[in-house]
């Protein structure tokens, strides 16, 4: 067993160099003399009182000196045996000292017998030939098959009786007797030397494959194991007895499986043991647990390899095979599976993970158990936290999220992260649409309430879209993709809510995709267009300048309002081109003007990140030859959210270019007086929702204007007010001071070429509109009926005025439908879908998006209950007669 020799060679690696060295110098052909050479003066002596016995005499005195020689010769053998190991065992001198030590004794032994034998004639050639073919054997036994050693003593010995006779018969026959003998020897030696390299070979093969089972086994990469025909173990490697805090005599004689936990045999790779056990058959690489004790952390794991041991008639002797620690590679498996189906940050199953139980689900064969519901979540504000923080508090955020999630689903489903701020539950089986609102409301409540990070108070908010299977889909793919849409409409209707998905959602993707592809073949074939609204210097009614507004004539629909394909630009990253775009061509036409004539043009918060932008600014103003004064850049105050380093970097290096900064839609965003004594503006615009009502009794919009007018001025900074439509309105700003107004008033947007036309008639501005915004309203509460074509549709009128009425009850009406309206029997109202301001559109979105999860559609009556807001124009219809009303 080469782990027993292993074991032996470890303990005593002196002895074993020892015995190697002691096998090479009993080799038969090494050397020539044996080391026992000298029991053959015993031999000898033996022969020699034989013959004196049956001879009844003793040798002359020259015979006896002839032995003292002979005898002295081989007594002094071990001598002569370390000195041939000292010349080696190749060259010529070992020879001549074989013929003196072997060959000089053995030839004055037979020249002695051979003269005894003549001088004693009792004694007969007989017995002397006899002793001599005795001493022959004996002279064999001693040089242990030393070929060359034996013709040597053989030649000797009877040549030594040859010089009594003197026969040429015998000596020809001594001569033949010798070439032949060695030509035997030298054949021989060379066939033993071959065999004694091979044999040589195999020894250094197995010294070097003990050696290597050695290291093998001292350095723990692997083990052996031996066990008898009756499945027992007879041997198993030490460190494996250290393992398992045993000794090897307490292992051996017990059975293999006591070196594994098998657990009755629940593991494939356990019931793959037992069966080629009993079946006594080879088995390679089985993992299974080792018997040790300690934490179930501490566990450790074998993989191993057997194979039957069969004797010489095929009978089963046991086993024999090898183990190898599995431990670190299992645990590196693990974490590898880890890693590829829970978030390595929250512990949450990943999206591979949640994706394998959604179609796991979705595949089973009952259909009854096909039923589930998606819930896909994203957090408001992450990313501000993230920013302000850093992101080791927004990964200490993201494992808080996780654990309320968790919590708060609970057993009802499973709960992953999807990556980012995104995460998803999926609710097995069928759920009530409540149920369904309740948990939704759940997990909002909860993910909204305040966090300590690192010592801070931090809140944020969780937006949740919903689609079940099977009514919203029946694949992966589609309750995702409507999980998504509603998750959407769900951020888009103001954050911090849920929404079931509805079929509207997926055709207002559809439309949102094709505005998308639309809008990059509009930057592709120069389809946009700039129109400039002039901005009116309220003390002197002059223009002084233009604000650049991007639009967008589609070949189908006509103008898009920017409200609504701007978005679609900053989600898709088309704001930069069309930024820059505008930018430029607004430069070139600024060019043809006066020079007292400025341009405003918007910038993106998107664009207002890229630090390209003072560059792109510089070129634009190169390229048009224009002085940097008389560009504006509108910035809203968004960009104050992202870092304030890089945010006061970039206003240093666009006032370095020399340009003007306004700043947009003052007092509607995230306003701050903060950043006014940081930000270097010319200009404060004031937003247009502060003008709209200002003059009606009682709104507080005009102290909020005389405030930012006063906080301007007191800064150096100019006033624009936005939106102006009315004389009382136009009256109103001026009074308050501001400096410059911008609105209906003066002039609506133009295209360049009207605006070339209009400064070619000065730069006098004069105001044109009504008096007031709109005739007052009567409120009321009224049931009536809409028609339109063949269906009819129930409403309410909210007001109504000298103008038009608000009728509510209608969803997604396009502008331009015609209705008529049954305000009472027989009474009848011609009424038109009107198009709406741009406020009151926004407002209309917001509306839309809040009650869309339990909305009725008027067109399509069978979704909720609650109805869109519609502005409507009615006229009154009686006896064919139309008045307007």
């Known amino acids: 067993m080469p782990g027993k020799v292993a074991a032996a060679r470890a303990k005593s690696g002196d002895f074993a160099v020892a015995a190697e060295g002691m096998a090479a110098t009993s080799d038969p052909l090494l050397y020539l003399l044996p080391a026992n050479w000298i029991l053959i003066v015993i031999c000898m002596g033996s022969i020699l009182m034989t013959m004196g016995l049956l001879s009844h005499s003793f040798p002359s005195p020259l015979s006896a000196g002839l032995l003292t020689i002979s005898f002295a010769i081989c007594l002094a053998g071990t001598r002569l045996f370390r000195l041939e190991q000292n010349i080696g065992r190749t060259g010529w001198k070992r020879y001549l000292l074989l013929i003196f030590a072997i060959g000089v004794p053995m030839a004055l032994f037979g020249h002695v017998g051979a003269r005894w034998t003549e001088r004693v004639p009792e004694l007969g050639w007989e017995t002397t030939a006899s002793c001599f073919v005795i001493l022959i054997l004996m002279a064999n036994v001693l040089l242990e098959g030393r070929l060359t050693s034996i013709i040597v003593a053989t030649v000797a010995l009877w040549g030594g009786a040859w010089t009594i006779s003197g026969s040429v018969p015998s000596f020809m026959l001594l001569l033949g007797g010798t070439a032949i003998g060695l030509y035997l020897a030298v054949k021989r030696s060379e066939h033993v030397r071959a065999e004694i390299e091979a044999r040589s070979e195999r020894e250094r093969e197995q010294r070097r494959a003990e050696e290597l089972l050695n290291e093998y086994e001292e350095t723990g990469q692997g083990w052996f194991w031996e066990t008898d025909r009756r499945g027992q173990l007879t041997y198993v490697s030490a460190h494996i007895c250290a393992l398992l805090k045993t000794t090897p005599e307490d292992l051996v004689g017990r059975p293999l499986s006591a070196l594994f936990l098998l657990r009755g045999h629940e593991n494939e790779n356990e019931r793959t043991l037992v069966f080629h056990l009993s079946t006594r058959s080879s088995f390679k690489d ?149 149920g369904l609102a309740n948990l939704a409301r759940r997990i909002i409540e909860n993910l909204s309430q305040p966090y300590s990070i690192e010592g801070a108070r931090v809140v944020i908010g969780a937006s949740v879209g919903i689609a079940s299977c099977p009514q919203n889909g029946t694949s992966s793919e589609e309750i995702i993709r409507n999980a998504d849409l509603a998750l959407y409409a769900a951020k888009g209707g103001g954050r911090g809510r849920h929404h079931f998905y509805d079929d509207d959602l997926h055709s207002d993707a559809k439309e949102r995709q094709q505005m ?199 800064l150096g900074m100019e006033t624009t007010a936005e939106g102006v439509e009315t004389l009382d309105e136009l009256d109103l700003v001026r009074m308050l001071g501001c400096s410059h107004v911008q609105g209906y008033i003066y002039e609506k947007p133009l295209t360049v070429a009207n605006a070339n036309a209009r400064l070619a008639r000065g730069l006098e501005a004069v105001a044109q509109g009504p008096r007031s915004s709109r005739a007052p309203r009567q409120t009321m509460l009224r049931k009536v009926v809409l028609e339109h074509g063949d269906h009819a549709y129930n409403g309410t009128i909210r007001n109504i005025s000298q103008t038009g009425a608000m009728i509510e009850g209608l969803w997604n009406v396009p502008v331009g439908t015609k209705f008529t309206v049954h305000l009472a029997r027989d009474y009848l109202l011609g009424a038109m879908r009107a198009g709406a301001a741009r406020t009151a559109w926004a407002w209309n979105s917001w509306f839309r998006s809040r009650l869309m999860p339990t909305a009725r559609c008027c067109l399509r009556p069978r979704r909720a209950d609650r109805m869109k807001i519609l502005h409507a124009r009615c006229a009154r219809q009686a006896d064919s007669a139309s008045n307007r009303c």
């Open 516 to 714: 998308e592809e639309d809008l990059r073949d509009a930057i592709t074939h120069g389809a946009l267009e700039l129109h400039y609204q002039p901005q009116v210097r309220t003390t002197t009614e002059t223009i002084t300048g233009f604000e650049a507004l991007l639009r967008w004539k589609h070949p189908v629909h006509g103008y898009i309002s920017p409200a609504k394909f701007v978005p679609i630009a900053e989600d898709t990253g088309l704001v930069a081109p069309i930024g820059e775009w505008a930018l430029r061509t607004a430069c070139r036409d600024l060019a043809r003007w006066p020079e007292s004539v400025r341009v405003a043009v918007n910038v993106s918060p998107l664009q207002f990140a890229n630090p390209a932008l003072p560059a792109i600014v510089t070129s634009a103003i190169a390229e048009a030859g224009i002085a940097p004064g008389r560009l504006e850049l509108e910035i809203t105050e968004s960009v104050f959210l992202g870092d304030d380093k890089s945010t006061e970097t970039m206003f240093s290096a666009l006032k370095g270019v020399g340009v003007r900064l306004a700043l947009d839609d003052f007092g509607t965003g995230y306003s701050s007086l903060g950043y006014l004594k940081k930000a270097p503006f010319d200009k404060i615009k004031i937003d247009q929702s502060f003008v709209r009502g200002a003059t009606i009794k009682g709104s507080r919009n005009g102290a909020i204007i005389s405030s930012i007018v006063s906080l301007a001025e007191a």
């Open 286 to 434: 089985l993992s299974v647990r080792a018997a040790t004790t300690g934490a179930p952390g501490d566990e450790r794991w074998w993989s191993i390899s057997g194979r039957p041991v069969l004797d010489q008639f095929d009978n089963f002797m046991g086993f024999r095979g090898s183990g190898t620690d599995l431990t670190e590679t299992r645990r590196s498996q693990q974490h590898v599976t880890q890693l590829a189906r829970f978030d390595s940050l929250t512990e949450l199953a990943n999206r591979f993970q949640m994706s394998e139980w959604l179609e796991k689900i979705l595949a089973a064969p009952r259909l009854d158990s096909r039923a589930c519901t998606v819930f896909l979540l994203d957090l408001d504000r992450f990313k501000q936290v993230n920013d302000t923080m850093g992101h080791p508090a927004g990964d200490a955020l993201l494992r808080q999220v996780a654990d309320r999630l968790r919590a708060t689903v609970g057993k009802h489903g499973r709960v992953g992260r999807l990556g980012g701020d995104e995460f998803e539950v999926i609710l097995p089986g069928h759920h009530v649409t409540e």
